[in-house]
T-cell receptor, first 113, second 114 residues
Framework: GENVEQHPSTLSVQEGDSAVIKCTYS??????FPWYKQELGKGPQLIID?????GEKKDQRIAVTLNKTAKHFSLHITETQPEDSAVYFC????????????FGAGTQVVVTP | SAVISQKPSRDICQRGTSLTIQCQVD?????MFWYRQQPGQSLTLIAT?????????ESGFVIDKFPISRPNLTFSTLTVSNMSPEDSSIYLC???????????FGEGSRLTVL
């Protein structure tokens, strides 16, 4: 089955700097890659996703890149703000069942003022 | 995105008891999923719940321990049976948006088993 690895496990950045989280996946059939943000005491919130027919997607300060050949995808947050502090999860699934996500272990992001 | 409500939001339970978690969605959805998030860990899929059919369980999860109901297109329940401290987790209901496949989560039900 699919295995998703996520790095780093923790990331501390200065406000205004950029943050990058990287994930790799094992199943070449995976073609849907969402990213979730989870704040303390809340459920995961979908922040951006990318499908395998696209190499990059951007939404304001957040961007995701996908390298199908290398089987890795990354989340980029620019101009970080204290409210970006949270746990971020990458995930992967296939068209057959988009909702059956295999999640990475998560990255605790701390943005210091 | 759909609005997903879960009850209870948190509970403290005694070993050996069972608890049923409810999930209500504000729109009709075909695909609903139940995930578990153990303390400080990532999310793991328990089962897929489609209306009108038996739930489909992932490896490591069985119907006797986690019975699921899906009586209509807006509601589902997950029961955690014969609980032990190892069942202390956040249980999350999620729904798949039609056409886009985006998965949205509820706020979770935080169970502590003593």
């Amino acid at each position: 089955g699919e295995n998703v690895e996520q790095h780093p496990s923790t990331l501390s950045v200065q406000e205004g700097d950029s943050a990058v989280i990287k994930c790799t996946y094992s199943d070449s059939a995976s073609n849907y890659f969402p990213w979730y943000k989870q704040e303390l005491g809340k459920g995961p919130q979908l922040i951006i996703d990318i499908r395998s027919n696209v190499g990059e997607k951007k939404d304001q300060r957040i961007a995701v890149t996908l390298n199908k050949t290398a089987k890795h995808f990354s989340l980029h947050i620019t101009e970080t703000q204290p409210e970006d502090s949270a746990v971020y999860f990458c995930a992967a699934s296939t068209t057959d069942s988009w909702g059956k996500l295999q999640f990475g272990a998560g990255t605790q992001v701390v943005v210091t003022p | 995105s759909a609005v997903i409500s879960q009850k209870p939001s948190r509970d403290i339970c005694q070993r050996g008891t069972s608890l049923t978690i409810q999930c209500q969605v504000d729109s009709q959805v075909t695909m609903m999923f139940w995930y578990r998030q153990q303390p400080g860990q990532s999310l793991t899929l328990i089962a897929t719940a489609n209306q009108g059919s038996e739930a489909t369980y992932e490896s490591g999860f069985v119907i006797d321990k986690f019975p699921i109901s899906r009586p209509n297109l807006t509601f589902s329940t997950l029961t955690v049976s014969n609980m032990s401290p190892e069942d202390s987790s956040i249980y999350l209901c999620s729904v798949e948006a039609p056409f886009t496949g985006e998965l949205f989560f509820g706020e979770g039900s935080r169970l502590t088993v003593l």
